[in-house]
């Protein structure tokens, strides 16, 4: 059964600094998904990944596959604070169906 | 353009009740998928219909939970005999799967948030 964990967990960082957010999973799975999920909100679709080597990136934000690995990045350029949020990354997808989600990291971005 | 909306968004009941909570997907979407979520953790798959047929459900789902999808439209889950362990959001996605690569990403709906007391 697919695992998925993140690290770290909480990221307090300053703004405009670089830092990264891993996310290993435990066996095959058909595609990444990485989610940001504000307070009390619910969760919003940042990046599917589906295939090995895949990156993207939007705004500020950029994820990356490496299916040997079995690892994907979100790396987070020149923070500022509007991305604080908690961000989930999951494996999973249309031969599995159900999504398992990382337990989260929760980043806030301190000016 | 409307996305997944559910209903009721708060819940509040008590101990032995039973409730049900609904989701209305993106329309011609023909997964629907339900989740929970307890403070501080990822979402903890619970069940997902493809139309109207279910084809998963989780292993820790307890028999006081089913759910149903007539139609292939709407899909409502009920809670039986609620017990505090229960409370929770409780998130409805739902994906188009089978005409391209990548459209399978399952859009979430607000959640209806669960507390029995």
């Known amino acids: 059964e697919l695992k998925v964990e993140q690290n770290p967990l909480f990221l307090s960082m300053q703004e405009g600094k670089n830092y990264t957010i891993y996310c290993n999973y435990s066996?095959?799975?058909?595609?990444l998904y990485w989610y940001r999920q504000d307070p009390g909100k619910s969760l919003e679709s940042l990046f599917v990944l589906l295939s090995n080597g895949a990156v993207k990136q939007e705004g500020r934000l950029m994820a990356s596959l490496d299916t040997k690995a079995r690892l994907s990045t979100l790396h987070i350029t020149a923070a500022v604070h509007d991305l604080s949020a908690t961000y989930f990354c999951?494996?999973?997808?249309?031969?599995?169906?159900?999504?398992?989600f990382g337990q989260g990291t929760i980043l806030t971005v301190h000016p | 353009d409307t996305g997944v909306s559910q209903n009721p968004r708060h819940k509040i009941t008590k101990r032995g009740q039973n409730v049900t909570f609904r989701c209305d997907p993106i329309?011609?979407?023909?997964?629907l998928y339900w989740y929970r979520q307890t403070l501080g953790q990822g979402p903890e798959f619970l069940t997902y219909f493809q139309n109207e047929a279910q084809l998963e459900k989780s292993r820790l789902l307890s028999d006081r939970f089913s759910a149903e999808r007539p139609k292939g439209s709407f899909s409502t889950l009920e809670i039986q005999r609620t017990e505090q362990g229960d409370s929770a959001m409780y998130l409805c996605a739902s994906s188009l799967v089978g005409l391209a690569v990548g459209t399978d990403t399952q859009y979430f709906g607000p959640g209806t948030r669960l507390t029995v007391l």
């Open positions: 329309s011609e979407h023909n997964r």
């Open positions: 999951a494996g999973g997808g249309t031969s599995y169906g159900k999504l398992t």
């Open positions: 066996t095959t799975s058909d595609r």
